[in-house]
């Protein structure tokens, strides 16, 4: 298993799919740290480490953001019915009374917009497009994956608890699982220790230890809920591995096993013809590979890296990756399978 796993990492820097990656495993308690390749196509580049900081992306959402709704929503501190507009009431859109916190994890509000379209307005203009946004549905009825989602469900968070998000990710999970490199803001790793994420016209060049999503980026120095997470391999196992240990690692508890069962319980109902539990991706075999059982849930960043956990196998992995660079892909097809093949060398085995 352990040759099987470098051989295929080390096989997909050959074949370009990124120049270097580090992975975490995790099987039955025993977990594992794999690394490949390089920091960019240059030889001369650092070699990646297990310590290695990669942009997280869209894992964001999931790891902290919809993770840190179900932790309040556990404590009774927040509900699922509850209404968007009681902590955000700026939101003007349409069906504004009828969107809850449970819409926001799973992702069934019909945003007609990209925010790529409103990404040199300013940090003003985007909150207000997402404010004022068309809609075609009712909320609940379709399943419509949003970064504008997750930016609401972060600010109802902040709003909720007074904190900002990266505080509450950071009092919540990552010092009590002694996350040590993992951050919305970086204060003290050197850049070299971070892998350059694309080189962007749009940004005048590399962008590396600085948040690649365009909106993300254009918010700051505040942090959203869609993405601005920077984390290494072995940080997010062991956030895989509390999640796989029933919300409990270490001797300190973060979640309730009940609630755990909700982020890979299918939350939509059958007429909508997709699948999604509680703030996590269910039932994507283009990055979960066939190997899966029905329980597997997970979740992807547009730079590449993956989590996929799955409770019946009692395994999981997180890749974490620039496949971006130096350029942005045409489509997701090659590190899709990847990501799908991994998953079907780390599922091969039996619950």
């Known amino acids: 298993m352990i040759d099987r796993i470098r051989d295929y990492l080390s096989g997909a820097v050959s074949s370009g799919i990124f120049p270097g990656c580090a992975a975490g495993v995790i099987i039955k308690g025993r977990t594992e740290v794999f690394t490949a390749g390089r920091l960019t196509y240059d ?25 840190l709704a179900l932790k309040l929503i556990e404590s009774g501190r927040l509900s699922r019915s509850e209404h968007l507009v009681k902590y955000v009431p700026e939101f003007c859109g349409p069906y504004r009374d009828l969107i809850t916190v449970d819409h926001l994890l799973t992702h069934t509000i019909d945003f007609n917009f990209r925010l790529s379209d409103v990404k040199n307005e300013g940090p003003d203009g985007i909150m207000r497009a997402i404010f004022n946004a068309p809609m075609r549905f009712k909320p609940g009825e379709k399943f419509c994956y949003a970064n504008a989602t ?22 919540t999970f990552f010092e009590p699982l002694a996350m040590s490199s993992t951050f919305f803001r970086n204060d003290s790793i050197p850049k070299e220790k971070i892998a350059p994420t694309e080189i962007d016209p749009w940004r005048g060049g590399e962008v590396r230890g600085e948040v690649h999503d365009e909106s993300a980026w254009v918010m700051r120095p505040g942090v959203v ?27 300190k508890r973060f979640f309730r096993p009940e ?14 013809g997709a699948h999604t539990g509680l703030g996590w991706e269910l039932d994507q075999e283009s990055f979960m590979g066939k ?61």
């Open 259 to 272: 609630t755990i069962q909700m982020m890979h319980t299918n939350q939509l109902s059958s007429g909508t």
């Open 43 to 67: 030889q001369k580049s650092h070699a990646v480490m297990k310590d290695t900081v990669y942009d997280a992306a869209s894992l964001t959402k999931a790891v902290p953001v919809s993770c």
């Open 291 to 351: 190997n899966r059982s029905g329980s597997a849930f997970g979740k992807t960043g547009f730079t590449g890296c993956a989590i996929v956990i799955d409770p019946e196998k009692r395994a999981g992995f997180v890749l974490m990756c620039n496949h971006i660079y130096p350029r942005r892909r045409e489509n997701r097809d090659q590190i899709n399978r990847i990501r799908s093949g991994l998953a079907e060398i780390v599922f091969s085995v039996s619950g």
């Open 150 to 171: 997750s930016i609401l469900l972060g600010l109802l968070l902040e709003r909720c608890t007074g904190k900002k998000l990266d505080i509450l990710a950071a009092e």
């Open 225 to 251: 809920g869609s993405a601005g997470l920077f984390s290494t391999a072995p940080d997010i196992l062991k956030f895989i591995s509390m999640l796989l240990e029933g919300g409990e690692l270490d001797g």
